[in-house]
């Protein structure tokens, strides 16, 4: 069964500290790839997205990601975080034969310590 | 920016009675899911929706469950009987072109069966 994989649970940094979440998912198969993060409260945001073509994706808010498909990774990364980073970013796949189910990680909930 | 709206967002329930989750979608999109975080566990996808009927359903999505646009602009989720263990944030989400555009999420709903 497809699966994603998030390598750490709870991430904890100072601010100004770099970022890298850690994203795998096990599927032979072309596929789309998203990143969401939850802010306390709030609904699912779209922080970035791979669908093709350059494989270094940039998004909102200064995040980056990139997709390394030998290794079937998706790695997110932010070079100086904030505060306002504080939050559960999720790693999804959605599979091109099967466009409608999004295959979501299990989280990784990032502490930012001001 | 246009948004996924849902309602309500808490909504308790008695063990054993229907529910119904409201949705309205972006205007123009054309496909709707729903989606289910049970506390402390991965989003889970439920059921896609698309030209007024089910295209793609999770093994969860069991009789128990069903789906509905009554109208031009809502999408509902009803359980008929619900248990203990349905309690969970339910996240409705839509999308205009699913295989080349990432799903917008609402807010959710969060159910808490007694």
């Known amino acids: 069964a497809q699966s994603v994989s998030q390598h750490n649970h709870h991430v904890i940094l100072s601010e100004a500290a770099s970022l890298e979440l850690g994203c795998n998912y096990s599927?032979?198969?072309?596929?789309?790839l998203f990143w969401y993060v939850q802010y306390p409260g709030q609904h699912l945001q779209l922080l970035l997205k791979?669908?093709?073509?350059?494989?270094l994706v940039k998004g909102i808010k200064g995040f980056e990601a990139e997709f390394i498909k030998s290794k079937f990774s998706f790695n997110l990364r932010k070079p100086s975080v904030q505060w306002s980073d504080t939050a559960e970013y999720f790693c999804?796949?959605?599979?091109?034969?099967?466009?409608?189910?999004?295959?979501f990680g299990p989280g990784t909930s990032l502490s930012v310590i001001p | 920016e246009p948004e996924v709206t849902q309602t309500p967002s808490h909504q308790v329930t008695q063990m054993g009675q229907e529910v119904i989750l409201r949705c309205v979608p972006i205007?123009?999109?054309?496909?709707f899911y729903w989606y289910r975080q049970i506390l402390g566990q991965k989003v889970e996808f439920l059921v896609s929706?698309?030209?007024?009927?089910?295209?793609?359903k999770s093994e969860i999505f069991d009789d128990q469950f069903s789906v509905e646009r009554p109208d031009g602009s809502n999408f509902t989720l009803k359980i008929r009987s619900t248990k203990l263990e349905d309690s969970a944030m339910y996240f409705c989400?839509?999308?205009?072109?699913?295989?080349?555009?990432?799903?917008?999420f609402g807010d959710g709903t969060r159910l808490s069966i007694l």
């Open positions: 791979y669908f093709s073509g350059d494989p």
């Open positions: 205007s123009n999109h054309l496909y």
């Open positions: 929706f698309y030209n007024n009927e089910i295209s793609e």
């Open positions: 599927y032979g198969g072309t596929v789309n």
């Open positions: 989400a839509s999308n205009l072109d699913r295989g080349h555009q990432p799903q917008h």
């Open positions: 999804a796949v959605n599979l091109k034969t099967s466009y409608d189910k999004v295959i």
